[in-house]
């Protein structure tokens, strides 16, 4: 089960769940329940087992074998052979713990308590990545446009669910890590990909222009220290760096 199937699954639950046809699949009596109580009602599992989806973006049929992936018709919902099932239960009793026996003996704890819930880790996602390690990921395994279309797929995606924080500085500690790291080029290219959402920050231009100073990409940096001018007029670091490449003969 790959985190890129939580952009799109969220919409089939809903639909899913409006078939009258289908919910007439789900069984009446449960045979294999080993966390959630024996004695819930169907109404009550159903509603658990909505929560599960909305909170992961998986669909039931992706935690559930049998059946054509699309109506409930021969899925299996006792059976334990899906790998996400399985980790849901572990999940729950996760959940369980966190609630009954960790946060109950917080001291001095909140009243009326925050209770853990599915989706205050998931957020509709899979894999509850935060956006840095997403695009962290993505950059690793696919290069610097993977790592762009991602964002720009998670942002039109996700915007509204709050999934991930696309504000500025989010973004920024990823290129600030990775230029920690001796990835300049994989740090400008976080940055550029962010200035775009962001095109009137100064400290993301600065960060550009230092970048590339430090990869000897002189042109570039120039461009972005006059950048950082536009934006805040009489900008020290800038002025004088500005001064250094163009009286040093990098500047073109
Ligand atoms: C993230 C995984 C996940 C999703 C999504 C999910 N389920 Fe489940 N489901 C489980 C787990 C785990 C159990 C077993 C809970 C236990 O052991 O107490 C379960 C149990 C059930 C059972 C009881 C089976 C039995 O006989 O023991 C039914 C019925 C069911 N789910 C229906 C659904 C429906 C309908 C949906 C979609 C609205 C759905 N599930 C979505 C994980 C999931
Ligand atoms: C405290 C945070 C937290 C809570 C609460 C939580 N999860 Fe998870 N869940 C995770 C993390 C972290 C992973 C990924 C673990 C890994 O493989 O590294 C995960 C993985 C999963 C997976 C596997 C997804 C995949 O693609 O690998 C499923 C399914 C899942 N959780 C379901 C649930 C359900 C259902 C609940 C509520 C009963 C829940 N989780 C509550 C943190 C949480």
Request: net charge negative; proline share 4%; charged share 25%.
């Amino acid at each position: 089960m790959g985190r890129w199937i939580g952009l799109c699954s969220g919409m089939t639950v809903i639909l899913a769940l409006g078939a009258g046809r289908s919910a007439a699949q789900i069984p009446q009596e449960f045979t294999n329940l080993q966390v959630l109580p024996d004695d819930i009602s169907r109404g009550e599992l159903v509603q658990v087992m909505r929560g599960f989806s909305l909170a992961t973006g998986l669909r039931c049929q992706d935690c559930h074998t049998g059946g054509d992936g699309q109506s409930f018709e021969g899925v299996d919902f006792a059976d334990d052979g899906d790998e996400d099932k399985r980790k849901a239960r572990y999940m729950l009793t996760m959940v369980r713990e966190i609630n009954e026996s960790f946060l109950a003996d917080l001291p001095d704890r909140d009243d009326p308590p925050v209770e853990i819930g599915c989706k205050s880790c998931h957020r509709g996602q899979p894999r509850p990545l935060l956006l840095t390690q997403d695009l962290r990921i993505a950059l690793d395994e696919g290069g610097v446009e993977a790592m762009a279309s991602r964002y720009r797929a998670l942002r039109e995606n996700f915007g509204m669910a709050g999934a991930f924080d696309f504000r500025e500085w989010e973004v920024n500690t990823l290129g600030e890590a990775l230029a920690a790291e001796g990835r300049p080029r994989h740090a400008a290219a976080v940055y550029e990909l962010n200035a775009e959402f962001h095109p009137e920050s100064v400290a993301i231009q600065g960060s550009l222009a230092q970048l590339y100073e430090s990869i000897g990409d002189t042109t570039r940096a120039v461009a972005r220290y006059e950048r950082v001018l536009e934006l805040a007029p009489g900008n020290a670091a800038a002025t004088a760096r500005l001064e250094a490449l163009r009286g040093g003969g990098g500047g073109r």
